[in-house]
């Protein structure tokens, strides 16, 4: 949940973007308050209009009304009794609240668009069938990408990690290749909690013993490249990639496979991709195919874990 002060720059983006691609107005459906939000063309807010509808169709009728937590009953009613209704009464009920558990991924990029926060929960529940509930952390839109980035990510990892326990999951997924602050978290919550580096190289070397590691940094991540040991032998980054942004362009995928035929030419008889982004652009199948070697994503297989994990 987040507060106004986080949503309005957030809003304001969206709106931006919805004029961006021709919307001639846009409504904004969230009855909540908010400062002033800027906008080039007409900006319509949900509550005002449901309150006219509501008032022309009752008169004045007994109204009841149904706000998403208990704590907002009291301004609802307020709001709605400047009305000229009948009486106004209101109840709280969270339609987000989760009714059984789920796996809770943790993302370490940072992203108001939902399509970019749950594209790895979306493929884990297709692959593997099990709930899953996203979330990022904050204020990292360009993940983690070298040391600075992976320190800041740690202490946001952890506190994610909680509240996704708080919530109901029953094991907790840290999708990220580096495994941020993954031996915190096994230390703050009670539930399982997998790291996709870690799961990526185990499941690497029950398909190989020659492994290349396929990552967006020089440097191999330690959660890969200790469990990997000797069966590590030749690691590499596509050129003019750097972040997980970079990724997500044409030149981006071409790069991709280019790096990761050099690893097979180094003589890798298995890839690890060392970046969940490698993930969002749905890569793994197309490298192997073209490189005739198995390649681990990591999101998948953190996924793999997660399943044995709660079935235990």
Known sequence: ??????????????????????????????TGHFPAVRSARPLLHAEPLVQGA??????????????????????????????????????????????????????????????????????????????????????QPNGIHDDATHS??????????????????????????????LDAVRTAVDV????????????????????????IRDETPQAIAHPLGAHLVASGRPRGVHSTVHLRTPEGTHATEEAAARLVEAGADCLVLACTGFTSIGIRPALERR?????????????LVATYRRDG
Do not use: N
């Open 54 to 139: 509501v008032a022309a169709i009752v008169a004045d009728a007994p109204v009841g009304l149904v706000c998403p937590h208990p704590g907002q009953v009291d301004d609802v009613v307020r709001r709605w009794s400047a009305l000229p209704l009948g009486t106004v009464t209101a109840a709280g009920a969270d339609p987000y609240a989760m009714t059984a558990s789920f796996v809770g991924i943790v993302r370490v990029l940072t992203s108001d668009d939902p399509a970019v926060v749950e594209d790895h929960g979306r493929l884990l529940r297709r692959r593997y069938g099990f709930p899953v509930e996203s979330r990022c952390i904050l204020d």
């Open 192 to 215: 399982p909690v997998v790291g996709a580096g870690s799961a990526a190289a185990g499941l690497a070397l029950s398909l190989g013993r020659r492994v290349g590691v396929l990552g």
């Open 152 to 181: 800041a990510a740690e202490p946001k990892t952890v506190a994610l990690a909680r509240e996704l326990e708080r919530d109901g999951a029953d094991t907790v997924v840290i999708s990220c290749a580096a495994d941020p602050a």
């Open 1 to 30: 949940m987040l507060g106004h002060d986080a949503l309005l720059p957030r809003m304001e983006r969206a709106v931006a973007r919805a004029e961006q691609d021709g919307a001639v107005a846009t409504l904004l459906l969230c």
């Open 291 to 303: 490189l005739g070697v198995p390649v681990v994503d990591a999101v998948l297989a953190a996924g």
